[in-house]
């Protein structure tokens, strides 16, 4: 018997697709992660955060056959490049200076969200495929400059390299739990399930005891620096309280949310997210957050926020429940030296030792963050531009950009600051 025709439907908002069928194809991927699932997509929209008005006019795209959901992603039409930390505003003056319009754009993206996972949602290879090719028939029909999808995952990146999008490589930091056990400066294999991170030394490993076996594992300059900028903010009088899931009270969510507008007012800009997108986090996604709270004198000075998930990985072909930590926001009221590294690194690398995280990514740039152990990864995004000599020149510019990238993490890795010198 032949099979069901595959019906393809676009949606400008998330609530004319089931919740539960939404999750549940997203539960099937091999890197889920807490923002694809609908609730945070939906509050994104629901909140004013991301909606045509802030230039993010959702067009979810979904394949359904037999009345199941099989396919699904999260598109914009994107009238601006901001928020998405992947930066074309090159292509797009490009566009401009020959006379051709960039915007409106497609985007297959987590809106203000550059956490590596999965994009394409799908049931198998054959349904991710037919994703993309709805995806590419779209754009044509609604004649967009180019398609993007940004942060994807390896068979996100497959299916787009197939389907002859271009890729493109950043650069972003993410600590691992994992205590190297033999000196040999050679780079161990990541866990299942887990990006690899480069510059890790060793053949086997274990995860840390503790913070202090975690900074046993650096070496001395870096250990020496960690204790000392950790004993500047103890000798500053401030202490951290640690909350999480429904233990985040209203005080404390408008708290952070005072912090957080602060850090994005002293820069100039207003915040991307409105305090009704944590208030819908609060209701329906509240253990998918943990929030550090610094206090001075008995007053909060300072918060961090943590995302944290739990998804059975099936990466490999075995199934395993991997436990990740994503640094999101962070906001200070009064100005403490180190504290940023304490309430951003040390307390959330602390935590996650204690509770068996295996890996902590510290979101989007800051070589920074190699002194902390947070090592460099490589992530993707998959481009297509629809004006053909613009597309061979892009494609021009990310081989150079690729090459020069990879000279870049060579770098890097040459500056680990793991001790390869380390023996049980």
């Known amino acids: ?95 401009t200076e020959h006379g051709l319009p960039y915007y409106p754009k497609a985007l297959v993206a987590v809106p203000f969200t550059p956490v590596p996972g999965t994009r394409l949602m799908a049931r198998d290879a054959a ?41 493109r490589q950043t650069v972003q930091f993410h600590w691992t739990n994992m205590a190297p056990t033999l000196g040999t400066g050679v780079s161990s294999l990541p866990p299942e399930g887990a990006l690899p991170a480069l510059g890790r030394p060793g053949g086997g490993s274990v995860a840390y005891r503790d913070f202090d076996d975690f900074l046993s594992r650096l070496a ?23 909350l999480q899931g429904t233990d985040i009270g209203p005080d404390d969510w408008d708290f952070f949310y005072r912090c957080y507008e602060r850090t994005y007012l002293e820069h100039g800009n207003p915040p991307y997210l409105t305090r009704d997108f944590f208030r819908r986090m609060a209701k329906h996604m509240p253990e998918a957050w943990l929030l550090f709270i610094a206090e001075r004198a008995g007053r909060p000075i300072a918060t961090s926020l943590i995302a944290i998930s739990a998804y059975p990985s099936s990466a490999g072909g075995q199934k395993s429940l991997e436990k990740v930590a994503y640094g999101r926001y962070w906001g200070a009221l009064e100005r403490v030296d180190c504290l940023h590294f304490e309430a951003c690194y040390y307390q959330p690398l602390q935590w996650c030792i204690a509770h068996g995280v295996q890996r902590f990514e510290g979101g989007a740039q800051g070589e920074h963050k190699m002194a902390r152990a947070l090592l460099p990864v490589p992530t993707h995004s998959a481009h297509w531009l629809a004006h053909p000599a613009f597309a061979e020149a892009v494609d021009r510019y990310l081989q150079r950009e690729t090459a020069a990238t990879d000279h870049y993490l060579e770098h890097l890795q040459a500056r680990s600051p793991l001790r390869t010198d380390h023996k049980p």
Request: net charge negative.
């Open 220 to 242: 001395q300059e870096k250990r020496k620096k960690i204790r000392q900028e950790r004993r500047r903010v103890q000798d500053a009088g401030v202490t951290f309280r640690c």
């Open 1 to 95: 018997m032949a099979q069901a025709a595959i019906i393809t439907r676009v949606s400008d908002s998330l609530q004319d697709i089931d919740a539960a069928a939404w999750n549940a194809l997203l539960a099937l991927q091999r890197h889920p992660t807490p923002f694809m699932r609908h609730e945070y997509l939906a509050a994104l929209e629901e909140s004013g955060s991301a909606t045509p008005h802030t230039g993010w006019a959702a067009r979810f795209l979904t394949l359904w056959q037999n009345g199941e959901l099989v396919a699904a992603c999260p598109l914009y039409l994107k009238s601006h490049s901001y928020g998405e930390y992947v930066f074309d505003w090159a292509w797009a003056n490009a566009h």
């Open 127 to 167: 349904a991710r495929t037919a994703l993309l090719q709805a995806l590419n028939a779209w754009c044509n029909e609604a004649g967009v400059s180019s398609l993007h999808v940004l942060f994807a995952a390896d068979e996100d990146l497959d299916a787009c390299t197939q389907a002859g999008l271009m890729q």
